[in-house]
């Protein structure tokens, strides 16, 4: 069965950091463009960080130097990284996978964040 799993997420003071992990099963995170979206209350789901299967990386403009990317092909795992976390970066996290053949869409479950002093 095809699945995603994300953890890591909580509450964490302004200026935090907090890590995300996305355990896969059913799918090579290695063979395909893995990453992270998130989506606030009463906004869209926005790309935060991607990862192509040639390890290119692509970040949201929002992001500024403060989040990373990788991923871990023998654990099977998508990780991001989130430092100097601020107020609006409150969100679900959500980890995505796009299936090689025919480029439909994995979502796990999703990870609360909430950033609050």
């Known amino acids: 069965q095809e699945k995603l799993v994300e953890s890591g997420g909580g509450l964490v003071q302004p200026g935090g950091s907090l890590r995300l992990s996305c355990k896969a099963s059913?799918?090579?995170?290695?063979?395909?463009?893995v990453g992270w979206y998130r989506q606030a209350p009463g906004k869209q789901r926005e790309m935060v960080a991607v990862?192509?299967?040639?390890?290119?990386?692509m970040y949201g403009d929002f992001v500024k130097d403060r989040f990373t990317i990788w991923r871990d092909n023998y654990e099977n795992a998508v990780y991001l990284q989130m430092d100097s976390l601020k107020p609006e970066d409150t969100a679900i996290y959500y980890c995505?996978?796009?299936?090689?053949?025919?480029?439909?869409?994995?979502w796990g479950q999703g990870t609360h964040v909430t950033v609050s002093s």
């Open positions: 990862t192509t299967s040639d390890s290119r990386t």
């Open positions: 995505n996978y796009i299936r090689p053949l025919d480029f439909s869409l994995i």
């Open positions: 059913g799918v090579l995170v290695s063979s395909s463009t």
